[in-house]
């Protein structure tokens, strides 16, 4: 192979849509390894399960990565709001077994329309002040996120269609977004590394790398970064799967470096696969092939790390080739018993029919994007604006938001968390708490409200 090809073969674009234009056409003719897929690319499920059929007709072990993580973060419901809950409310519940059936669940979901690597679990050992993860984790004690990260890859991996621990070594212990700056990880590394040793014994088949830069290790982001990479991962942890960095559009990167040079220091760092995101296309694929080309030949970066890491990229397909299931049946049952257990009920929350709901709208996190679901009704108030009278008002993440704790902290009402449930109001009747916004997770509060 060429060491185009090679670089190709490490290399996860995205483009808008449904159907593959003529550059991924080429890009995966000519050995690229897979695709990166968004809500863009997911208008309705049979309309994906076209896409990778389409695809696979002229490459049969094409790579199809998505971020399914249930909960807030969801493509394949985008719009509706995902029929799993997420993390938080999976640790709050801290039912391994029931983990393992809602995880095996959405794993069902994905084979069944022909994706075969699931972006998740995300296995962050979280802190109150995280922007971006929050409800995405299992919760702040390593060993509650340890264990259901096991059961998480477990359940997936059971339909044939491969996990990705996430993000390595630790994006909870940040203050900061990696999507839009470079975090700092505060406190001990280790802290966050037992939730990976937990994934890696489960036989998890990749990793993802965070751009967050780890005091212990050095200054360079951990993507970036060999002693990250190679001597933690690799040596100490002893992970032998595919190594993923998370989007080289993120700000953390590109605003550094710059994303074919950290495409390139990537590679050289022990990376394996590099995702190219949302928002880059063809010139940017076409430029990041070329970088890592000119790297290689110039002795920057060997040939021979390349390679090695586009063997593994086709390992994992090979993997997913002979293990996808397509007809593993999706438990719905344990998405809503899972729901319905995580919610958290003080107080008098029952309100009558046609109560008004206000909810507290903040910027979106950017993992999960914009949600078109809510509670039935409600009308969205955003920082600034008048918050008109209401029964119910649902915040997220309260505690992060001092105009949102002003707003609901009423005589009377009732406040819905659908956050993580830090803050406890004062002056309200009743409080409820979803462990985050996942379709389910509504429908739990709706019944606990009387709707």
Same mark, same amino acid.
């Given at each position: 192979? =060429?060491?185009?090809? #090679? ?53 049969? @072990?094409? #790579? ?30 801290? @039912?391994? &077994?029931? =983990? ?18 699931? #972006? ?88 993802? =790398? ?24 690799? +040596? ?47 010139? &940017? ?20 790390? !390349? ?13 997913? =080739? ?21 919610? !958290? ?12 709901? !206000? ?18 009704? &409600? ?26 704790? @002003?707003?609901?902290?009423? +005589?009377?009402?009732?406040?819905? +968390? ?30 606990? #409200?009387?709707?």
């Amino acid at each position: 192979m =060429t060491v185009e090809t #090679l670089a190709r073969a490490c290399l996860l674009p995205s483009f808008p849509g449904t159907q593959p234009p003529e550059w991924i056409r080429r890009f995966l003719a000519e050995g690229g390894a897979g695709l990166t897929l968004f809500a863009y690319n997911v208008p309705s499920r049979e309309q994906l399960a076209e896409l990778t059929a389409a695809v696979r007709v002229e490459r049969p @072990d094409a #790579l199809f990565a998505i971020d399914e993580e249930g909960g807030d973060v969801t493509r394949l419901e985008a719009a509706e709001g995902s029929s799993s809950p997420g993390n938080a409310a999976l640790g709050a519940v801290d @039912d391994l &077994a029931l =983990t393992e059936s809602v995880a095996e669940s959405i794993g069902a979901q994905l084979a069944a329309v022909g994706v075969n690597w699931n #972006l998740a679990p995300v296995a962050d050992v979280n802190v109150p002040g995280n922007p971006v993860i929050g409800v995405r984790s299992f919760g702040d004690d390593a060993g509650l996120v340890a264990r259901h990260v096991q059961a998480f890859v477990t359940g997936l991996q059971r339909t044939g269609v491969a996990a990705c621990a996430k993000h390595f070594p630790g994006h909870g212990a940040t203050e900061q977004d990696s999507h839009l700056e470079l975090p700092t990880v505060t406190g001990d590394v280790e802290a966050g590394l037992e939730p990976f040793r937990a994934a890696i014994r489960a036989g998890v088949r990749s990793i993802m =790398t965070a751009h967050v830069r780890v005091p212990a290790l050095g200054d360079v982001p951990a993507t970036l970064n060999p002693a990250a990479v190679q001597g933690l991962l690799r +040596e100490r942890l002893g992970f032998d799967g595919v190594v993923l960095a998370d989007a080289l559009e993120m700000r953390a990167v590109s605003a550094t470096v710059g994303v074919e040079e950290g495409a390139v220091l990537a590679l050289a760092a022990g990376v394996d696969a590099l995702c190219i995101g949302h928002d880059l296309g063809e010139d &940017a694929v076409d430029a990041i092939v070329a970088a890592v080309a000119d790297a290689a030949r110039s002795g920057r970066l060997p040939e021979e790390r !390349v390679a090695e890491g586009a063997a593994r990229v086709r390992a994992l397909a090979e993997w997913t =080739t002979t293990h996808l299931n397509v007809s593993t049946p999706v438990l719905t049952s344990a998405a809503d018993s899972a729901a319905r257990r995580a919610l !958290v009920v003080e107080g008098d929350v029952r309100v009558a029919h046609g109560a008004r709901i !206000v909810e507290l709208s903040a910027a979106p996190n950017i993992a999960a994007g914009e949600h078109a679901h809510s509670l039935d009704g &409600a009308v969205i108030a955003h920082e600034g604006e008048a918050v008109p009278d209401a029964d119910v008002y649902v915040v997220r993440d309260a505690h992060r938001h001092a105009w949102m704790r @002003d707003a609901a902290d009423r +005589e009377g009402v009732v406040v819905v +968390e659908v956050g993580l449930p830090v803050w406890r109001p004062v002056h309200t009747r009743g409080y409820l708490a979803t462990h985050g916004r996942s379709r389910v997770s509504l429908d739990a509060a709706r019944e606990g #409200l009387g709707l």
